[in-house]
């Protein structure tokens, strides 16, 4: 099987702009969640979407947002741009919803906000 | 709240030598407890996970971890390292959700094992 892809794999802009990043999850998943990497605050979760409706949320403002299509495939949203944004963005797949489920990274989309 | 508390940011050992890498949780609830690893130019990859039943939990590749609950740790060992084990190692930790899902893992900081020749 295919691993997590997402699209684009480098991204830059600017203060103020907005972005959206996409997640193929591994077929026949269908849970799919979103992580923000940086070298201060390290690995931290978005937010965790399951047959479409958004299940968990982590601690970040509202400015980020997601949403998840009937083919498992998600998209997040970051608008109004901070440099602090810059980061490593991971999607995560898993067969199910349960804790005990494995998650399946991506590459990550490496987002450069100047 | 969960947190994840990884003591080293950096193990340097020589290849062959045994290693331990610390991890320390908080919850007030049952837990479910990961390693994953991520190796230069590479994604995150699952090493092993705790989910219940015995304590100490094997991967694949020769590492080993031990759930303690009374010091609620999760150490990750290997008797012999070698020079392809140079990696980031993430020690994770998610619960179950008040819907039945899974809250999001809450990860350490992480710690880099490096290999010397």
């Known amino acids: 099987k295919a691993g997590v892809t997402q699209t684009p794999r480098y991204l830059i802009k600017t203060r103020g702009q907005q972005v959206t990043l996409s997640c193929s999850p591994i077929?026949?998943?269908?849970?799919v969640s979103w992580y923000q990497q940086t070298p201060g605050q390290g690995l931290q979760f978005l937010f965790e979407?399951?047959?479409?409706?958004?299940?968990n949320k982590g601690n970040f403002p509202g400015r980020f947002s997601g949403r998840q299509f009937s083919n498992s495939r998600s998209e997040m949203n970051v608008s109004t741009l901070e440099l602090g944004d810059s980061a490593l963005y991971l999607c995560?797949?898993?067969?199910?919803?349960?804790?005990?489920?494995?998650?399946?990274f991506g590459p990550g989309t490496r987002l450069l906000v100047l | 709240a969960q947190s994840v508390t990884q003591l080293d940011s950096q193990v340097p050992v020589f290849e062959e030598a045994p290693v331990e890498l610390r991890c320390n949780y908080s919850?007030?609830?049952?837990?479910?407890l990961f390693w994953y690893v991520q190796y230069p130019n590479q994604g995150l990859q699952l090493l092993l996970k705790?989910?219940?039943?015995?304590?100490l939990v094997e991967s694949i590749n020769g590492f080993e971890a031990e759930f303690n609950k009374s010091q609620t740790s999760f150490h990750l060992r290997k008797p012999s390292v070698h020079i392809s084990d140079t990696a980031e190692y993430f020690c994770?930790?998610?619960?179950?959700?008040?819907?039945?899902?899974?809250?999001?893992?809450?990860f350490g900081k992480g710690t880099h094992l490096i290999i010397q020749p």
């Open positions: 995560a797949s898993s067969p199910g919803q349960g804790p005990g489920e494995t998650q399946y």
């Open positions: 919850s007030s609830v049952s837990v479910y």
């Open positions: 705790y989910l219940s039943g015995s304590t």
């Open positions: 077929s026949g998943h269908r849970s």
């Open positions: 979407y399951f047959s479409e409706t958004q299940r």
């Open positions: 994770a930790v998610t619960s179950r959700g008040p819907g039945g899902g899974a809250d999001g893992l809450t």
